[in-house]
């Protein structure tokens, strides 16, 4: 069984970085897309970023092009998030998920992806 356990989230002012880590266990980590999704107050949940099978492609959805990296590292079973430029609306609990089924690409969010991890909450002041 996959587990995924996120991690990183913190309280920064506008304008600062935070990097999320997700660490993957239970499968074989190259088999697996990964994605980043986020979840403001109030708001319904929303595909931030994924990347392919072994790291060659990655998607980002555009209201985080240019701000939000993200990335694996194979060795250690786990894929970043980095945030940099952080703005108040970027404030959310951010969620990595996976599914093996699926490529990364624009329809991968919507997707009912089969793993979850626990959630991790950025929270950015003006």
């Known amino acids: 069984e996959v587990q995924l356990q996120a991690s990183g989230g913190g309280s920064v002012q506008a304008g600062g970085s935070l990097t999320l880590s997700c660490a993957f266990s239970?499968?074989?980590?190259?088999?697996?897309?990964m994605a980043w999704f986020r979840q403001a107050p109030g708001k319904g949940r929303e595909g931030v970023s994924c990347i392919s099978r072994g790291g060659g492609s990655t998607y980002y959805t555009d209201s985080v092009k240019g701000r939000f990296t993200i990335s694996i590292d194979n060795a250690n079973n786990t894929v970043y998030l980095e945030m940099n430029n952080l703005k108040p609306e970027d404030t959310a609990v951010y969620y990595c998920?996976?599914?093996?089924?699926?490529?990364?690409?624009?329809?991968?969010?919507?997707?009912?992806?089969?793993?979850w991890g626990q959630g991790t909450l950025v929270t950015v002041s003006s």
């Open positions: 998920a996976t599914d093996e089924r699926y490529s990364c690409g624009r329809y991968y969010f919507h997707y009912q992806l089969d793993y």
């Open positions: 239970g499968d074989t980590f190259s088999s697996y897309a």
